[in-house]
């Protein structure tokens, strides 16, 4: 049996939501209705959690069919559609529901915690400035017109990312030691309701004289991935990936040199090639609405590590061979050449961010080497141009590139390759960080 889910347009053309009533309902449909209530609701759940849960997909599928009565929107599933006397019932219900006077539950967000805290002292100089809601907002509304850091008179200059209810400011540089700060997120911010912020949130705080760790980005659902592309990944056999590929928007076509066998549910791939499983944007649900989220997830961690204040600058000219570098963020306004072996040295909760404004390029042979308990997820190489590691090369850590990423004859990573276009592999070994 289906279930009937009641609501009304508000304004905007938004259907605002009202509590569902089940009628013979099937276990399954019963329990997703009981927990997220409304169709509303579900897409707003599936917004806060970037991933369409299979359950999410039966209830806003059973959603897509509406009718109209005096402003009321009946919503009934597929399943009960196909119903013979649907109709009769359906009827029935709008005859019951009368003049529709429902109000509708949407509610003005509120910042529910902030860090730094109101009145901190010893702010870390290159900390992130973050509130987090009550509601789920609309990533669109939160910039840095609507979210400001402030000292005195000065707006300081920073890179916003929201996910999770959660809106960060990564100042681009770091604060002024003992220096006093202002925050505001005003009301020109709303929820993924088109709610405005209930009042102009404005908090203050003081900063240290000291840095703090430095923070890992976070990759949330492209992490599931070891190679992540848009347009494709091509392999020149034999290749050794260990993980799950993925591709999006292209489709399975676009994956070339793995040998590809479909599995029975049609969800993905497999290869000899690949330790794990190949998503392509054109297998069966829930695939490509689990790639569209990791591809977001992918630009979002891109933007997060390029928003980070830089320690160093211009190191090496462009040339970091033979180096050995602490933790830290380096930044690079050119591109980044690694001729020869560069050592990276701090332990396993050190953290590295290279910001390279143009090529990363590995010359043949060269590799970069952890030592002193340093984990490759914990290295992050933000590049704006492509990514070109020369034969027998080896690179530790997370690639996020804004281009492609190609691999000659025997080079290998650890780590993973979220690159916005594509990835093209020769003969190459790809493996996946430890949890």
């Avoid at 190191?315 to 970091?320: D, H």
């Avoid at 590691?389 to 530790?396: I, M, Q, R």
Wanted: aromatic share 6%.
């Amino acid at each position: 049996m289906g279930s009937i889910g009641i609501g009304r347009w508000g304004p905007g053309g938004r259907s605002e939501p009202m509590r569902f009533d089940s009628i013979g309902l099937e276990p399954r449909w019963a329990s997703i209705t009981a927990r997220y209530g409304t169709c509303s609701k579900a897409h707003q759940a599936n917004r806060r959690s970037r991933f369409l849960t299979e359950d999410l997909q039966i209830l806003i599928e059973g959603c897509a069919r509406s009718f109209h009565h005096q402003g009321t929107i009946l919503m009934i599933s597929k399943s009960y559609l196909s119903l013979a006397g649907g109709t009769l019932l359906l009827l029935s219900l709008v005859a019951a529901c009368g003049d529709s006077t429902t109000t509708s539950d949407a509610t003005a967000p509120i910042v529910i915690s902030s860090n730094p805290a109101n009145g901190a002292v010893g702010f870390p100089l290159n900390g992130a400035v973050s509130a987090t809601f009550s509601e789920a907002m609309d990533p669109t509304s939160l910039t840095a017109s609507t979210f400001q850091l402030t000292s005195g008179a000065t707006v300081l200059p920073g890179t916003v990312v929201y996910a999770d209810s959660t809106v960060v400011f990564w100042p681009a540089a770091h604060l002024a030691s003992d220096g006093s700060f202002t925050a505001t997120i005003t009301t020109d911010a709303t929820s993924d309701a088109g709610v405005a912020l209930a009042t102009t949130y404005v908090w203050n705080f003081t900063a240290g004289k000291v840095l703090a760790p430095g923070l890992p980005v976070n990759l949330r659902s492209a992490g599931d991935f070891v190679i992540l592309a848009k347009s494709g990944i091509s392999t020149v056999p034999p290749a050794a990936i260990t993980g799950d590929l993925g591709v999006s928007p292209a489709a399975a076509s676009y994956i070339t040199g793995f040998g590809l066998t479909a599995d029975s549910t049609t969800a993905f791939s497999t290869s000899p090639q690949v330790t794990g499983k190949v998503y392509a944007a054109n297998y069966a649900s829930p695939t490509p609405s689990k790639l569209t989220t990791a591809v977001g997830d992918m630009e979002l961690a891109f933007t997060d590590a390029a928003g980070r204040a830089p320690d160093v600058v211009e190191l090496g000219a462009g040339n970091i061979g033979g180096m050995t570098l602490a933790p830290g963020v380096y930044k690079w306004g050119t591109g980044l050449l690694i001729p020869t072996n560069v050592t990276l040295n701090g332990d396993a909760n050190a953290v590295w961010i290279f910001q390279v404004a143009q090529d990363l390029t590995m010359s043949s042979a060269a590799s970069i080497l952890l030592t002193g308990g340093a984990l490759p997820n914990n290295v992050f190489w933000q590049v704006a141009g492509s990514v070109k590691l020369d034969t027998t090369a080896h690179l530790a850590g997370v690639v996020l590139t804004h281009t492609s990423v190609t691999l000659r004859t025997g080079a290998s990573i650890q780590g993973r390759l979220p690159a916005q276009t594509a990835v093209s592999l020769d003969g190459s070994t790809v493996v996946q960080p430890a949890p």
